[in-house]
């Protein structure tokens, strides 16, 4: 028996196929061990000894691999074919050995770059040893990103209040999108003219020309300045009635195809043309390599997706040639095939570049097969796959010159025409924050000392722009072309980010919060080291040295860690005084930049004396009155645009509504870290000012002086029920409004105000049993029907996030499964996970007695809307583990 291991079940379902009788394949579901999220799980101090454990769902894999293999004649570990690959083979070796099961078993490892029977036929063809330098390159990698994690987060922790996390990478990234916004902020738009002049050749085809020239001199970008010179500029113009061409310049130029896609230029054109985030594209990537049904064969439909390669396989090459030739034309095929080498730093061009493992298998004959993501994926990476081995685009480039008689008046208008489209018949490679280019703006044909008759003179006002905020596909391209972070990782990278709220996506576009830019700022004024970019991609460029086999793993580390803790140790003695003083230096700009009218910006609105400044507390970074406690004046972070609201329209500071005719006292709208609310008073001498939120459906900007003090009258009683005599009241809470009789609790929701909601209304809804909302939520859609009992699988958004549900069973979506591109098979295999794990429950609690708390709490199920309740203390956030891998 000879028994496989591959990483998923649709790899090994697929390879299974191939492989026939005498062949056992198994799945490990990924990694099967990792460093523990505890402090000691990699040792400096013991050469770098590293602490590994099973993950609870590994378990069970590892168990059924083991009992295979002890049967067995020969292992083959089929996974991935790069460093991460290796490291799983290495992993599932190194329990085998310790579980005795490797006696007299023959261990080999194979590797292939797609999932085809050739391919995975002529790899077992080819057997060989682990790469020991690869897996001694994952384990730098590895510790690496641990030791970061779990030595800068508590510092973090300690120091700045509020922050998640830190890691190796992903606070390089951060630093990027962070720089980038402050470039924006300081950015000083300046105006500058432009002026467009339409022309008539003798025959009358019409055509538009810019001014280059003034008094025979050259104009810069800047030159005409103000509308006033603009003015000038055309009335002269205006006044010379005579022009003819003086001079035609014609050249042809090549337009080359671009090479067959790579990781990181699979992910930024997934995102220019696809709308594709760079997890979803790695994603819907993977399902695309690992096996797909066509034709009710499963066969992979592109090679390995993690690579930095661009080369095809000669094989590849043959037939994309041939197939252009049969489906475009001998015309659009060069006569030598394009040789392609990768300009990405780093580059270790160990793999293919990602194409179809067929050329042939055309996008329109498989598309029926295929998921709308499946489908749209392939057809991009087939479309930039072939390309690439086609023809150069010809173009013909025109720039016509205009003068006056006396030359003082110059113009200049261009053009171009595709004379031959070659590649571009068939794909067109996309930019980011490109202006459009000329191509097909064809010029009427005219030549030296034509007189052209002058049309329409349009001035135009045009102003500089700030550098543009980093998408998805320009972030992943600045990384690359600084040598940070591999391809394989940036769309973890990303995704980790975003879940640390540390920057948000907005129309596609990174916006770094504030909480990121305090992080940011941190790091940069105490470990400015560990975030410079030169830093980051050198020590890159040595976990490539180590997968080479040129330097040793340990080494590396040494010298990494000697610095580094040094610089941890360094901070302990850091006041928060201190920490406090280079945040404000460092954000003062941002958070408090020149006012229009000239008033300072740091002048407490308050009390009209202290200076605001960055303060820190219990749940991170604000901003507070120096005159504290006698002022107590603070607001979130955010930046005031002069009139109490930050660049959206929201209140950032205190908006004093009024006063209290029955007290005197002053109402305001303020911001907290759970949303806004109106407050009566200012708290002073120690007293808690009353305080209500705003509930939904109440804009913050235009709430009233009126409209806050029925809100701050609160607890409101409706009236006596008529059953039992006992008061309904009704409030706001911590969930929103809701009325309270004795014990029991309703939400106030749709059309029901909790500030008119009458008894009638009242007691109904006191009538209604508790439904977590009284109404059955509506699936995103339906998945399809079960086999068992051909009820309908459904989607459905729940409070925990998306899940899945059929005949009461409900099962959260893991991380890694988007609810946009979850199958019928993952849905049922997760349900019937779900369904074996509540079987065990209630076996194992049958002996017990049964606890009444406990059952309670266990009877809550994932993804059901919850009841409401009467308003709770907020409890502190939990501590997130560091995060230790990118």
Same mark, same amino acid.
């Given at each position: ?61 590892? /168990? ?12 083959? &570990? ?42 995975? &036929? ?67 738009? #300046? ?35 103000? +509308? ?24 042809? $130029? ?173 794909? #067109? ?45 320009? &972030? ?32 596609? #576009? ?21 975030? +410079? ?49 280079? &945040? ?232 890694? $499964? ?30 017990? /007695? ?16 919850? #009841? ?19």
């Amino acid at each position: 028996m000879n028994v496989v291991i591959v990483e998923s079940p649709a790899k090994a379902k697929t390879i299974n196929k191939y492989l026939g009788k005498g062949f056992k394949v198994l799945a490990s579901y990924g990694h099967v061990r990792d460093l523990p999220p505890k402090d000691g799980s990699v040792r400096p101090d013991e050469h770098f000894a590293m602490s590994w454990e099973i993950a609870g769902k590994a378990e069970k894999r590892l /168990k059924e691999i083991t009992q295979a293999v002890k049967g067995a004649d020969h292992v083959y &570990l089929a996974t991935d074919p790069d460093r991460e690959g290796e490291a799983i083979s290495w992993h599932i070796q190194e329990v085998l050995k310790h579980r005795k099961a490797l006696k007299g078993v023959d261990v080999k490892r194979v590797v292939f770059n797609e999932v085809t029977k050739s391919a995975v &036929l002529d790899a077992f063809r080819q057997p060989r040893e682990l790469n020991r330098e690869l897996v001694e390159a994952y384990l730098a990698r590895r510790a690496l990103d641990y030791l970061v994690g779990f030595t800068l987060s508590p510092v973090l922790w300690r120091k700045l209040p509020g922050s998640r996390s830190a890691g190796r990478v992903q606070s390089v990234a951060l630093r990027l999108i962070c720089e980038r916004e402050s470039e924006i902020e300081a950015f000083k738009p #300046r105006e500058y003219w432009t002026i467009e002049v339409e022309f008539a050749t003798p025959s009358g085809e019409r055509f538009t020309a810019r001014l280059t020239h003034l008094d025979g001199k050259r104009l810069d970008k800047f030159d005409i300045g103000n +509308e006033a010179a603009a003015r000038a500029a055309a009335e002269r113009i205006l006044r010379q009635q005579s022009y003819a061409v003086a001079a035609v310049e014609k050249k042809q $130029i090549r337009r080359n195809p671009p090479p067959p896609f790579t990781t990181s230029t699979l992910q930024q054109e997934a995102s220019r043309k696809l709308g594709f985030g760079a997890s979803r594209t790695m994603r819907v990537a993977q399902r695309l390599y690992e096996g797909v049904d066509i034709f009710g064969e499963t066969v992979g439909l592109i090679t390995y997706m993690r690579t930095d390669g661009v080369a095809m396989s000669a094989e590849a090459v043959a037939a994309a040639r041939r197939l252009i030739d049969s489906r475009y034309g001998a015309n659009y095929r060069p006569d030598e095939p394009r040789v392609y080498k990768t300009q990405a730093k780093n580059a270790q061009e160990a793999h293919e570049a990602i194409r179809p493992t067929d050329l042939f298998g055309i996008p329109e004959k498989i598309g029926r097969d295929l998921e709308p993501d499946q489908l749209a994926l392939y057809e991009l990476i087939w479309k930039r796959a072939v390309a690439s081995q086609m023809s150069s685009a010809v173009i013909d480039q025109v720039a016509v010159d205009i003068a006056s008689p006396d030359r003082a008046l110059q113009f200049r208008a261009t053009g171009s025409t595709v004379v031959f489209d070659g590649f571009l018949t068939l794909y #067109r490679e996309d930019e980011d924050d490109t202006e459009e280019d000329e191509e097909n703006r064809r010029l009427p044909p005219v030549k030296e000392r034509d007189a052209l008759t002058r049309g329409k003179v349009d001035p135009q006002q045009h102003f500089t722009q700030p550098p543009p905020r980093y998408s998805e596909a320009s &972030l992943v391209k600045k990384l690359e072309e600084l040598g940070i972070g591999r391809p394989s990782t940036y769309a973890s990278i990303l995704q980790v980010l975003q879940d640390r709220k540390y920057v948000r996506l907005d129309k596609k #576009r990174f916006i770094p919060e504030d909480r990121g830019r305090v992080v940011t700022a941190f790091l940069e004024s105490f470990f400015e080291r560990y975030v +410079e970019y030169n830093f980051t991609a050198d020590l890159e460029n040595k976990l490539d040295d180590i997968a080479d086999g040129h330097v040793s793993w340990r080494k590396v580390l040494e010298d990494f860690w000697r610095d580094f803790s040094a610089a941890v140790t360094g901070t302990k003695d850091l006041s928060i005084s201190q920490v406090i003083d280079a &945040l404000d230096e460092d954000l003062g700009p941002h958070f408090f930049p020149p006012q229009p009218d000239g008033r300072d910006p740091r002048l407490c609105p308050g009390c009209g004396v202290g200076r605001l400044s960055l303060k820190l507390g219990k749940f991170g970074a604000f901003i507070g009155c120096s005159s504290y406690p006698e002022c107590r004046y603070t607001r979130p972070l955010a930046v005031e645009n002069g009139n109490g609201e930050n660049g959206s329209g929201e209140a950032v500071g205190p908006r004093e509504l009024g006063n209290d005719p029955a007290t005197g006292l002053p109402v305001s709208l303020r911001k907290g870290p759970y949303g806004y609310y109106v407050q009566l008073g200012q708290g002073d001498e120690g007293e808690k000012p009353k305080r209500v939120s705003l509930p939904k459906g109440v804009s913050p900007a235009e709430i009233t002086l009126e409209q806050a003090l029925k809100l701050l009258s609160l607890p409101r009683e409706v009236g006596v029920h008529p059953v039992d005599g006992k008061k309904i009241v009704a409030a706001i809470g911590r969930f929103g409004p809701y009325i309270k009789h004795g014990d029991e609790f309703r939400s106030i929701r749709g059309d029901d105000d909790v500030l008119t909601i009458g008894i009638n209304r009242a007691v109904s809804l006191l009538a209604e049993p508790k439904k977590g909302g009284g109404r059955t939520p509506k699936p995103l859609r339906v998945l399809g029907n079960h086999p068992a009992d051909a009820a309908p699988v459904n989607l459905f958004s729940g409070r925990y996030g998306p899940y899945v549900s059929h005949g009461g069973v409900n099962a959260t979506l893991p991380r890694d $499964i988007e609810p946009e591109t979850v199958t019928l098979e993952q849905a049922i295999e997760l349900l019937g996970a779900r369904s074996k794990g509540k079987g065990k429950a209630k076996a194992a609690a049958r002996p017990e /007695k049964p606890k009444p708390a406990p059952a309670a709490k266990s009877a809550k199920k994932k993804g059901q809307p919850s #009841r409401a309740k009467a308003p709770a203390r907020k409890k502190g956030p939990a501590k997130e583990t560091p995060e230790a891998a990118e």
